[in-house]
Every structure is written in C-alpha cells, then in structure tokens.
C-alpha cells in the first residue's frame, strides 16, 4: 500500500508550555485519543550504519496509546546501547501506566521523559556505565495535535504539501553557535568544527534532572518524522518530502536509510514515520 501526503502545509509548530492540571481538561485528554476521526499508520526502522560495530539507537512505540519515541544512546562500549533501552523502556512503561488516569497528555509526556532521565542516571552510576546517555524525542497523541518533547539532537519533523519543516530545536554545539552568530545554517554543513560536529548540550541520564523542550503540532493531515543524527546529519530536510513521495509507506524509513548509508552512513540511523490519517 502506498500512501500519500496530505496537499496542505498546516500551521508549524509552537512551543509548548507546561500546563497547570485542571481536572476538566484532563478528563478531556484522557479521552480525546478515541475521540478524534484520525488515526495513524507507522513505519519504523533502525540501522547500525556503515561503520559502527553496534547500534546504541532504538526506537519504541504503543499504537494503541499513541506514544512514539526515538532514543539515540552514548557513552561508548556497550554503555549507548544500555542507555537508549532503559530511556525507551522507561517512556514505555511511564506512559503506559499513567493511561486512563485523567491526567493531561503533556505531564505524561514530561513525567515519562523526566522518568526516564532518573532511570539513565541511575543506571549511569555503575562504573562501566558512568557517564552515559541518550538523546530523546518522543510524540505524544492528544486528540487533533501531537505533543513533540525532545533532549539532544534527535529531530521531529512535520511532512506536508512537499513541504518538510523541523518542529523540535536541536541541543546542540552547532546549534548553540548558530543562534549566537557564529555560524550560520548555510555554512555549517561545510565548518571545520575540530570534531565537535556531534556535541550535544543536553542528554538524558547524564545529571540527576533534565530540561526538555516541548511544542505542539495540528496532527490533520501530516506526515511526523522522528529521526537520529545519523540520519539528519546525510539527508536535508528539503529532500526529505521527495523521498518519501518516491517510496510505498512501508519501505519509507528504509529508503530514507539506504539514502544516509549511500552517502556515508557512519553514525547509527532510526527513524519513526507517522502518517495521520482519516480515521
């Protein structure tokens, strides 16, 4: 089946606050999954690349509940890869006993990532482990929008029209010089940057508390992309529209994934494809 994107670029995401928990919209969250005429169909795939010898990415999701996320691990050895399962598993499992509580979508959302966070640190303080973290980017279903919260470099991106806009803010050494001046976002693809390429600023599990930044997108008739550097980092986001039109939905984040490895592919490479759907 090949699906197509809708022909309409909505409204680009907004930052998101932190709300008070106002019990009459809570109860309206914990309903408005069922709700709303939308449903969402999802490809996903993760690949160790081109020159890893393992893959500290992974990706985890719950249809049923409309909770996505895509973890990208670091620490070196083994220690990335223990870090991005336990932030997946800890949002999983987070997310998933909140459901039905009443509580709004968005503190799930930030209660799962601040879980996760502790569950890393903590896991983070056996010697072989110290040290290490993930980046996060988690979408979250509530009713007509999408709850995006990330840590790191891990993107959300909304497809739409040919269209495709990045919806987070990366975390970022390179990021932190382009809002300052330094740089600007045309050259610095091209920067001698001494190997600080893929610094990030924030991560979870590497301090006892993390700072996620939240926003808010309309969910009628886009497409979402969560995706890993090792993704980003190879193919634009102007590419990424013909890409996608070019590919049946199911093989869509393996061609996205073939087009990074073709062009170097050395970081691992995931990558989550939501397509929102009448229901």
């Not at 010697?127 to 929008?145: H, I, L, P, S």
């Not at 808010?216 to 497409?223: F, I, K, M, Q, R």
Request: hydrophobic letters at 45%.
């Amino acid at each position: 089946m090949t699906e197509d994107f809708a022909n309409e670029l909505s409204q680009p995401a907004t930052p998101f606050e932190r709300p008070a928990e106002d019990a009459a919209s809570a109860a309206a969250s914990s309903a408005s999954v069922a709700a709303t005429p939308f449903k969402i169909v999802v490809s996903a795939l993760s690949d160790i690349g081109c020159v890893r010898a393992n893959n500290e990415d992974l990706f985890g999701y719950d249809e049923s509940l409309g909770i996505f996320a895509v973890c990208d691990g670091m620490g070196g050895m083994a220690s990335g890869e223990v870090a991005s399962s336990v932030a997946v598993a800890a949002i999983l499992k987070s997310f998933t006993s909140s459901a039905f509580t009443g509580v709004p979508i968005s503190t799930r959302l930030l209660h799962a990532i601040n879980t996760a966070n502790q569950d890393v640190w903590a896991a983070g303080q056996v010697a072989e482990n110290r040290g290490m973290g993930t980046t996060a980017v988690v979408a979250a279903r509530d009713g007509d929008k999408l709850i995006l919260g990330n840590v790191g470099d891990s993107r959300a991106y909304m497809i739409q029209g040919g269209q495709c806009v990045q919806l987070t803010v990366d975390h970022s050494y390179v990021n932190e010089l382009i809002r300052n001046g330094t740089l600007t976002i045309e050259n610095a693809q091209s920067a001698d940057l001494q190997g600080m390429e893929s610094v990030i600023t924030r991560a979870v599990g590497v301090a006892p508390e993390v700072q996620p930044d939240f926003y808010s997108v309309d969910l009628a008739g886009t497409g979402v992309l969560l995706a890993t550097d090792g993704l980003t980092r190879y193919v634009q986001q102007d590419e990424i529209p013909a890409i996608l039109s070019a590919s049946p939905f199911e093989s869509a984040c393996a061609n996205l994934i073939q087009v990074a490895k073709e062009r170097g592919g050395v970081d691992n490479i995931t990558c989550i494809l939501l397509l929102v759907l009448p229901a």
